[in-house]
């Protein structure tokens, strides 16, 4: 949440596309831009996936335990990979559909869901008679 909130703040991304361009146009490979665009969303996805195994196989029993919470986790990562490809200009849905529409109700969503699963946590580890003894469980 820290990353996105910094790179939002910062248009980091704006930057980065930037110093990109410039990059291609510099190494004369501007020209085959699609072509390695999608080629790095490719490698990104696998890359991502691993990730999110290894993720999901360390952390199952947290995950488990608090669904709503990785939902919210859950569709920040996807929100995340289709920017990316909406960013690459990849056309996920067709030559004139962009994925753009509903990226940031996505967004919105994850982080609604991560407020609700952080607020359900809090609830049922602090209940009504610690917050009276001032206190919470332990």
Known sequence: ????????????????????RAIARACQWYDY??????????????????VASLFVRRQWPFIRTHLTMAAGVGTIFVYCLLRAADINHVELLGPDRSTSAFLWPMEALGLVLMLFGSGKALASRYSAASFEAGRGQQ
């Open 1 to 20: 949440m820290f990353p996105l909130g910094v790179s939002k703040g910062l248009e980091i991304q704006t930057l980065l596309i930037l110093a990109g």
């Open 33 to 50: 831009r699609r072509a390695i665009q999608l080629l790095v969303l490719i490698v990104l996805l696998f890359v991502a996936g691993g």
